[in-house]
């Protein structure tokens, strides 16, 4: 099956940085999501992205379907986006697969 | 809109006995349902896909007779373990897709229920 790789798995920021998370996947995929899990375990919809760019705030991502691979940018990160960030792609018989995750931690 | 509610939130219950979970859409119609398990740390495992009317289809590796879906309507699909043990404890997520949207259309998930047991 599809495999799904993410990067990197752990990162510390200082408040106010700038970030890049990847997600790499193995196969041809029908759409990619990227979330963000908060503390309490609420998976938040960050993006619908199967290519192109979009952005929304500090929030941005690109997915280049053909070299099957999407990046998630957070500009001037806070506190509030630590957590847990997952990318997840619909494979063959519309299966989700997610990634293992990129656990961030922002600091103060 | 696409609301996707999952009940409970938490839930305690003693080895053996049987705990059902609920998961909703609110304001959308969802052919397929989807349920995860998510151990502390680690990422969602895709258990089993529900579909309305049909039987559910299970991730290699899921007990079928141990973790019972239903999906009776397009707006309701229950995930029931029964005779639990504290190995099943873990945190369960539902998602959903609407009807006559197929693979290019984002899922919705629920906020997940806390299963202990005890």
Redesign the interface.
């Given at each position: 099956g599809i495999q799904v790789e993410q990067s990197p798995p752990d990162l510390i920021l200082q408040e106010g940085a700038n970030s890049t998370l990847r997600c790499n996947f193995s196969d041809s995929v029908?759409?990619l999501?990227w979330?963000h899990q908060n503390p309490w375990?609420?998976?938040i919809?960050l993006f619908?992205i199967?290519s192109g760019t979009k952005q929304n705030g500090r929030l941005s991502a690109t997915t280049v379907a053909t070299e099957r691979y999407s990046l998630l940018y957070i500009s001037s990160s806070q506190t509030t986006d630590s957590g847990v960030y997952?990318c997840?792609v619909?494979a063959s018989y519309?299966?989700?697969?997610?990634?293992?995750?990129t656990?961030l931690s922002v600091i103060p | 809109g696409a609301v996707v509610s999952q009940h409970p939130s938490r839930v305690i219950c003693k080895s053996g006995t049987s705990v059902k979970i609920e998961c909703r859409s609110l304001d959308f119609q969802a052919t397929t349902m989807f349920w995860y398990r998510q151990f502390p740390k680690q990422s969602l495992m895709l258990m089993a896909t529900s579909n309305e009317g049909s039987k559910a289809t299970y991730e290699q590796g899921v007990e079928k007779d141990k973790f019972l879906i239903n999906h009776a309507s397009l707006t309701l699909s229950t995930l029931t373990v029964t005779s639990a043990h504290p190995e099943d404890s873990s945190f369960y997520i539902c998602s959903a897709r609407g009807v006559g949207t197929g693979g290019n259309s984002p899922l919705h998930f629920g906020n997940g229920t806390r299963l202990t047991v005890t």
């Open positions: 029908n759409n999501q979330f375990g609420q998976l919809n619908y199967p997952f997840a619909v519309d299966k989700v697969i997610f990634g293992p995750g656990s | -």
